[in-house]
């Protein structure tokens, strides 16, 4: 039988409530159950004159059980729980520790007293899973804080420190100390000798309301948080609630959060959450042993190279850069240099941690007799075979037995590059994306006949530089890069048929991405698509229709940003539309006679991400892609995929399968070629499941 996770001891005249549940002590319905008998044994105690609230293990309560969100809610409903909590005539102290999150937050809100242990943590996070805290956060915290503080801790969903607790008057003091227990039992002891009674959060007097401050943080949300609705209901609850008595406060939040525990955005964010967490879940690398890691080598210090060596630097690591020549060797130290000092500037790395990192964890180099010591090797030259096969060969000669060497290759055949070495099985992908200290994703890239052991390792290294990791098969782009250049075809195609670049762009940032796929062009560099395009062009089908304008552009040197010009001007405070890429746009339609018509946001919306899906799919039966989940954080965490619609193939099950096939069909009608439906999308759609069914086989 598993352990009760909770229970109820008494140390003299303190009762000691204890919530053991790992790993997060999350609040699902046993924890709910244990804590109505330990109060009501509490209560009926008569030796126990004060109660301590603590939890077992690494931290306080991480929230509710996500996991119970979708299924029929059972009762005790954790509102009661802390209702029952807080009525007690009895004090009751909660002692906080590591993290105390959502419902966990607003049980310690319930309790009379709350202490904090050095370096716990408190929010309430809801709003990132759709919801508003349902648990009196709404109405408890405000009475704390006052209105604004507790809005701002909702809406950011950001994790409040210790100090910041106690000066804001959600926590009473801090303890030193590791031990939740024993720093209870010290405190509870030291309020029963005041005759400390229960103080009640919610016979506090309601927070007073700054109209001017309430009008412009309505106003930073809505840009902000455009689309989501959670932001805006925590927001609209608390304030009502703040004008009304407390009880009534808090059924409108009841009301509020179950709404939006039923809406497709909770579902979505809740998705996102737990496949971040899955995706590192390989059935074929349980119980592999990973190999050490502790130093590294770098190869190129370019844009990639450079933001890799940072990444790894920051997370403790021992870099070695190897640039083609003593200049190039230079500019890449003065470029990890800068981006360090950037990182002082904003405040995320002392002067003297950036002082002691260049000095003690990195160097650079032109020798590959320096990368002998190695246990990993990232290779980020130009983006071409030879001269990767050139760098692996010499890697080959160099790096010691065992060391991984991997390549940032976007597009090349890892395979191929592996083959120049004697030790193929320790060459894979590690995938980073642009600026590499900055984003999250990392997809690590497995050929075929590579080492378990050497896959494990990548996973390690990105778990340690703090990367979202998903593992991907090798092919033309993998998983990501494969499916954008999809999207951009289907973009292009929409714009040759009549629709201009900026209405493509306006309708996919409408949809919730940062930037559409023009603006992105331009961030990225014309020549990219350039070079790209260039290399497929022997290699086409007769029938892929692909755009040319792209080409009139590169010739022309407007290659984005970096040149001041592209499909936008840079010459002013916000970019704006080049007015001569319509007419050369308009020129190539006129070449191909093709009679421009007119698109609604929602049609360039729908073959937009149809296209998307349907190439996921692609990717996910061809198995690039290990799960649908895989692909979802792919382009949540690297393509700025609006992560409250959950990631392409949730937002796809979503719409339905049926439905989506239906559209693609219709679409090819005018270009069966590039509108082939998946035959993954076709089989789930004809079986009437989903790929949700495929994240979760078992
Ligand atoms: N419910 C269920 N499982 C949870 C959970 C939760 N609230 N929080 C974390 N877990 C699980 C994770 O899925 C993971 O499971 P796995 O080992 O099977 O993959 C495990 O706990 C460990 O989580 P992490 O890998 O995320 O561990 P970290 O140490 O990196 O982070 C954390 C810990 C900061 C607590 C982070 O997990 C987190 O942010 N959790 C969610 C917090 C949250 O959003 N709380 C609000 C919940 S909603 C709520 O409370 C509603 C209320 O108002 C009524
Ligand atoms: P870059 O042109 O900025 O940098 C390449 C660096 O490699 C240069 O500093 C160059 O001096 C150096 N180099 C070239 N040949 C070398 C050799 N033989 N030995 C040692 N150093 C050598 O290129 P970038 O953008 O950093 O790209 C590098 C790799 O990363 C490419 O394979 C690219 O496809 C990939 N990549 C690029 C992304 C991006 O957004 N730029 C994103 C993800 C991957």
Known sequence: MTQAPVTYARQGEIALICIDNPPVNAIGHPVRAGLVVALDQFAADPAAR??????????????????????????????????????????????????????????????????????????????????IPGAGGTQRLPRLTGLHPALEIMTSARQVAADEALALGILDALAPGTDPRAAGLEMGGRLLAQDAGPRRVSAMPAPEIDPEALRNLRASVAARFKGQIAQMTAIDVTVSGAGLPFADGIHLERAAFLRLVDSPQRAALVHAFLAERKVAHLPDLQGVSPRAVEQIGVIGGGRMGSGIAVAALLAGLDVTLLERDTASAAAAQAS?????????????????????????????????????????????????????????????????????????????????????????????????????????LLEIVVPEGAAPDAVATGFVLGKRLRKVSVRAGVCDGFIGNRILQACRAAADHIVLMGANPYEVDRAITDFGFPMGPYAVQDLAGLDIGFFTRQRKAATRDPREVVARWGDVLHARGWLGRKTGQGYYLYDGPKPRPNPEVEAIIARERAARRISPRDFAPDEIIARYMAALVNEAARVVGEGIAMRPLDVDVTLLHGYGFPRWRGGPLHWADAQGLPVLLHQISGFAREDAYFWQPAPLLADLAARGTSFASLNDPG
Not at 64 to 93: C, M, N, S, T, Y
Not at 94 to 123: F, I, N
Not at 352 to 364: E, G, K, M, P, V
């Open 336 to 440: 990890v240099a800068q981006t360090l000092e950037d990182s002082v500037r904003r405040g995320k790395l002392t002067g003297d941690a950036r002082a002691r990192i260049l000095s003690d964890q990195f160097r650079t180099t032109n020798d590959y007799a320096a990368l002998s010591d190695c246990d990993l090797v990232i290779e980020a030259v130009f983006e071409d075979m030879d001269t990767k096969r050139a760098v692996f060969t010499q890697l080959d000669q160099h790096c010691k037995p065992g060391a991984v060497l991997a390549t940032n290759t976007s597009y090349l055949d890892i395979a191929q590059i592996a083959a120049v070495t004697r030790r193929p099985a320790d060459v894979l992908g590690l995938h980073f994306f642009s600026p590499a200290h900055v984003m999250r």
């Open 50 to 131: 004060l109660g301590v609230l603590y939890c077992a293990g690494r931290s306080f309560i991480a929230g509710a059980d996500i996991r119970e969100f979708g299924a029929p809610p059972r009762a005790p409903f954790l509102p009661d729980v802390i209702a029952q909590l807080e009525a007690l005539d009895k004090p009751v102290l909660a002692v906080l520790h590591g993290t105390a999150l959502g419902g966990g937050l607003e049980l310690a809100l319930g309790a009379h007293y709350r202490l904090g242990l050095p370096g716990v943590k408190l929010g309430l996070p809801e709003t990132t899973l759709g919801i």
